[in-house]
């Protein structure tokens, strides 16, 4: 199973980006997806989950801002944010916990998955 971030970029404080995750290969099913982040000199923290029912979960410092959805079909998380602020500059990454096929039939496991990272800058 592989996660693909992409749509980070520099973007000036207020403005908006929208980061999109792909996940990949032998998939059963999603079950939670989320965005964490990292900046540097500090620990990788929480931005929102979402459960594969489309309940989320968002940290404080983004709520009213940032808002997570998912395509089931594809297999795909998203983060709108919006407003953003320099101190929103971080190393975004996807989180997936799937539950996935392996050439046993009905025999499966679930793991976390992780994807790369994609950058966002928050420029004032």
């Known amino acids: 199973v592989q996660l693909q971030a992409s749509g980070g970029g520099l973007v000036q404080a207020g403005g908006s980006l929208r980061l999109s995750c792909v996940a990949s290969?032998?998939?059963?099913?999603?079950?939670?997806m989320g965005w964490y982040r990292q900046a540097p000199g500090k620990q990788r923290e929480l931005v929102a989950t979402?459960?594969?029912?489309?309940?989320?979960n968002y940290a404080d410092s983004v709520k009213g801002r940032f808002t997570i959805s998912r395509d089931n079909a594809k297999n795909t998380v998203y983060l709108q944010m919006n407003s953003l602020k320099r101190e929103d500059t971080a190393t975004y990454y996807c989180?997936?916990?799937?539950?996935?096929?392996?050439?046993?039939?009905?025999?499966?496991?679930?793991?976390?998955?992780w994807g790369q990272g994609t950058q966002v800058t928050v420029s004032s």
């Open positions: 290969g032998s998939i059963d099913s999603i079950n939670g």
């Open positions: 989180n997936a916990n799937v539950r996935v096929r392996t050439i046993t039939p009905g025999l499966m496991w679930t793991g976390d998955f």
């Open positions: 979402i459960t594969n029912g489309g309940s989320t």
